[in-house]
């Protein structure tokens, strides 16, 4: 069993920036591959960024250049910096972890980009 725990969302104005943070339950060398999912409202649930166990980042086409998914192994944490947001950026965001080839969800954090 994985755990995991997002935190970092919150309400910011269009331009701005925030990180998401995910805390995982087991050491973060043992996962395969961590994810980030959004869901807007009234939306399907999109793929938004990825981070391989060997440092291998993807990132979707509509936040490309502006998000940037990284970790610390010390602190088993995985982070979403997001810059230059967009009110298209609002939704909840989920952390996801494959382990032992089960992809585990965290409980989502919602962000909200608005004047």
Avoid: H
């Avoid at 969302?9 to 331009?15: D, K, N, S």
């Avoid at 087991?26 to 166990?53: C, D």
């Avoid at 970790?71 to 952390?95: F, G, H, I």
């Amino acid at each position: 069993q994985v755990q995991l725990v997002e935190s970092g969302g919150g309400l910011v104005q269009p331009g701005g920036s925030l990180r998401l943070s995910c805390a995982t339950s087991i050491n973060i060398f043992g996962i395969r591959a961590m994810s980030w999912y959004r869901q807007a409202p009234g939306k399907q649930r999109e793929w938004v960024a990825g981070l391989t166990s060997t440092g291998t980042t993807n990132y979707a086409d509509s936040v490309t250049g502006r998000f940037t998914i990284s970790r610390d192994n010390a602190q088993n944490m995985v982070y979403l910096r997001m810059n230059s947001l967009k009110p298209e950026d609002t939704a909840m965001y989920y952390c996801t972890a494959t382990y032992l080839s089960k992809t585990y969800w965290g409980q989502g954090t919602l962000v909200t980009v608005s004047a």
